[in-house]
């Protein structure tokens, strides 16, 4: 019986084996056949947690990426994308393995990140490689370059496509982890369409809330606010000239939490944690963060 079962397993191995190959040579074939002469590559989905962040596609690197169901994919990551043209007009293809050929398109684009590099000859130029220290994608029009250390994820599909990464205030070094205690290392950061206050929707008028006090803190106008149940906390704001809320800070009325800030800066719409105790650094984490931000991605989102 053991012989058997071992044999069996011998035989359903051999034919994975088979079918991956078949699956990696077609795939292959056909890639090359749809870009013709133009500058092309082959990413694939995200595989479990190693040196490749599992947060974005990665290039194909060699033939192992892309034996049979070794490159399936998971949630809105196809099983293998095709990119074929200069970036970021470039079009794409996605492997159905139902099909067994790539089909026209591929889910979320032009919004979701392309991890490959398209050049001439692709399968042999886009040999293996180490993983380099930064992850560098294309990403809504705008091409990204961020140190590892800062575990960026990506937001997609999505009407406001951005990205996520773990940073601690005031200083914004690469945290470890998403979170330390009751300060959370979570920075998010959008194309900026709508000011701040789409965080926080308007506090006075809405008929929830009742302003308590009213003050001025580090240049900010501090209200403290109390909703319909008794909680309270405290609500800062900074304007342009023309009246318009460029900065949201939300923080509990306890200094045992962290506030939640807002702001635009540029052409980006920041969101971060801090303590309390940091309030008065305002102006600093925002410039030190939106410089940081800036140099994530040099080239303006088209």
């Not at 040999?127 to 994608?137: I, N, Q």
């Given at each position: ?17 088979v079918y991956g190959v078949h699956v990696s040579f077609r795939l292959r074939s056909e890639a090359v056949e749809l870009a013709g002469d133009q500058p092309w590559c082959l990413q694939v989905a995200p595989r479990g947690s190693g040196l490749d ?153 809405d008929g929830r809330h009742t302003v308590i006090e009213r003050g001025q803190r580090a240049g900010l106008e501090q209200l403290l606010v109390e909703d319909e149940r008794g909680g309270r906390w405290r609500v800062l704001t900074a304007r342009d ?62």
């Amino acid at each position: 019986m053991r012989r058997v079962a071992a044999g069996v397993g011998i035989a359903l191995a051999f034919a994975m084996l088979v079918y991956g190959v078949h699956v990696s040579f077609r795939l292959r074939s056909e890639a090359v056949e749809l870009a013709g002469d133009q500058p092309w590559c082959l990413q694939v989905a995200p595989r479990g947690s190693g040196l490749d962040d599992p947060a974005g596609y990665r290039p194909v690197r060699g033939f192992v990426d892309t034996l049979g169901v070794w490159m399936r994919g998971r949630g809105a990551y196809h099983h293998a994308v095709l990119v074929v043209g200069d970036l970021p007009q470039a079009r794409t293809w996605h492997w159905s393995y139902w099909k067994r050929r790539f089909v026209d398109g591929s889910y979320g684009w032009p919004q979701h990140p392309v991890a490959c590099t398209p050049m001439r000859d692709y399968l042999h130029r886009g040999a293996p490689e180490p993983v380099p220290e930064r992850r560098e994608f294309w990403f809504a029009g705008a091409r990204y370059s961020i140190p590892r250390g800062y575990r960026a994820s990506l937001v997609w599909p999505s009407a406001s496509p951005g990205l996520m990464f773990a940073a601690r205030a005031p200083d914004f070094a690469p945290a470890r982890e998403w979170c330390v205690d009751r300060l959370c290392n979570f920075v998010s950061a959008h194309p900026a369409r709508d000011g701040p206050q789409v965080l926080f929707d308007s506090i006075e008028g809405d008929g929830r809330h009742t302003v308590i006090e009213r003050g001025q803190r580090a240049g900010l106008e501090q209200l403290l606010v109390e909703d319909e149940r008794g909680g309270r906390w405290r609500v800062l704001t900074a304007r342009d000239g023309a009246g318009r809320v460029t900065t949201a800070i939300r923080c509990f009325e306890s200094d045992r939490y962290q506030c939640g800030h807002s702001f635009v800066r540029g052409r980006w719409r920041i969101r971060f944690h801090h303590m309390p105790a940091d309030l008065d650094r305002w102006r600093q984490m925002q410039d030190r963060l939106a410089g940081i931000v800036d140099a994530f991605a040099p080239e303006p989102p088209s």
